[in-house]
């Protein structure tokens, strides 16, 4: 065999050798969601898979329930997916020192990760390493029933002192079972942390000791503006809410038809309460409150999921390919829609206004936009609406509401509970 033969067919071997391993490649992906979800990712990875032929993915899917025991079961056993789609108060549960997940800084360019913004960022990043990628942010905001505030003869709030008077304007303009609001005790929480930040520029949780950040005297008054807001008719007590029987609020017979006039609430969930108001009313984003002079809104903003690696992936190039294509690529992020929110990336973003594929007067997206342009100095970190935290503040809420409790003791009682809770956790 002369040499020239030789050496193209070693050339031939070794090129079918490099391909062979690269289509070996399989990645395992996670996620949680409904079937809309599910067939918009499937219909994804398969144009991924187009894409990047020696790239095959493993979809491993569930509905929400059960899916963090099997995340837990996976990451202590080392078996965790090579992507995964994440909740951000996972966070301290599974990588309290930044390393339970790839460091995605890795492959920062890869990831296109100069499309999301610095501050996103930061809220996912752990001992300098990032966790996960945001798919989306989600934002507590005000949401108002147009036709009920005409009635009631009253403009939608600009600050707290305004809507205060709000409730007493429902109450009475249009009668005792109105009010301008109806939030649960996790939105009187955000609500009023929001409000202390703008006016004391310091948060309820101390996000680096891990402990609640005020003294007896100011969690008093985070506790008396919550009496306050009861007694000037803003929203229902805790007492008062439960004579109405338990059920989604977007389905309560007073939401329906207007006695309760206006939302704090997730931008991401807005649409099923808009689509269950009276025809005949219309629900519109409102002014966000501001104090005078504040500087910081102490909006409560958070990724609603995000994307991550597995720590023990062996092919974290290949997995960055994937997350980008999902979150960056046009012909990933158009197939996937609005499936897992409003993209957070800026190119994911503009190949949906490219596609036409957001109603730019969508309540949710007006609650987005609203959210990305108010002022975040003080940001939330993964135990601000901490499930145990918020658990025990609806149960001093319900203890102040029968009169079971003062603020004074309240406010003792929550800081030395709420902490023990945070030490448990941490």
Do not use: C
């Not at 492959?107 to 913004?117: E, I, N």
């Not at 919550?226 to 389905?251: I, R």
Request: no cysteine.
């Amino acid at each position: 065999m002369n040499q020239k033969v030789l050496t193209t067919l070693i050339a031939a071997a070794i090129g079918a050798t490099s391909a062979s391993a690269f289509a070996d490649v399989e990645l395992r992906m996670s996620w949680w969601g409904g079937n809309d979800r599910h067939q918009s990712t499937l219909q994804a990875l398969k144009k991924f898979e187009e894409k990047y032929p020696g790239i095959k993915v493993k979809a491993e899917y569930t509905g929400w329930d059960g899916h963090t025991s099997r995340m837990t079961t996976q990451v202590a056993g080392n078996t965790e997916p090579d992507v995964m789609q994440t909740n951000y108060n996972w966070l301290p549960l599974f990588s309290k020192n930044g390393d339970g997940f790839y460091d995605m800084n890795q492959q920062k360019d890869a990831l296109h990760m100069a499309a999301f913004p610095k501050s996103a960022l930061d809220m996912t990043t752990i001992g300098g390493k990032v966790n996960g990628l945001p798919v989306s942010m989600t934002s507590r905001v005000f949401y108002f029933n147009k036709t009920m505030f005409e009635k009631a003869g009253v403009e939608y709030p600009e600050n707290w002192d305004q809507l205060m008077a709000a409730g007493k304007a429902f109450e009475k303009n249009l009668g005792a079972d109105y009010y301008p609001l109806v939030i649960e005790s996790r939105d009187v929480f955000a609500m009023n942390r929001s409000l202390m930040i703008q006016t004391m520029g310091k948060d309820i949780i101390d996000a680096e000791k891990v402990v609640l950040n005020y003294d007896q005297k100011e969690m008093e008054k985070f506790f008396q503006l919550y009496v306050d807001q009861v007694k000037s008719h803003v929203f229902p007590s805790t007492k008062e809410f439960a004579s109405y029987g338990k059920g989604n609020l977007y389905e309560m017979r007073p939401w329906i038809d207007g006695r309760f006039g206006g939302l704090y609430m997730w931008d991401t969930a807005v649409g099923k309460y808009a689509a269950n108001l009276d025809p005949s009313m219309t629900l519109e984003l409102a002014p966000y409150p501001m104090a005078p002079g504040a500087t910081d809104s102490g909006l409560l903003a958070r990724p609603s999921m995000m994307f991550s690696m597995g720590r023990n992936t062996k092919h974290p190039e290949e997995a960055a390919k994937l997350i980008n294509f999902l979150m960056n690529d046009p012909d990933g992020v158009k197939i996937l829609g609005l499936s897992r929110g409003i993209p957070l990336s800026s190119e994911g973003l503009q190949a949906l206004h490219d596609a036409n594929a957001i109603d730019q007067n969508g309540l949710g997206y007006l609650g987005y936009l609203q959210g990305q342009s108010l002022p975040k100095v003080i940001l939330p970190t993964t135990y601000t609406d901490n499930a145990q935290l918020m658990e025990l503040y609806g149960e001093v809420m319900e203890k102040l509401d029968y009169g079971q409790t003062d603020v004074k003791s309240a406010a003792s009682d929550f800081i030395r509970r709420g902490n023990r809770i945070l030490k448990r956790i941490n």
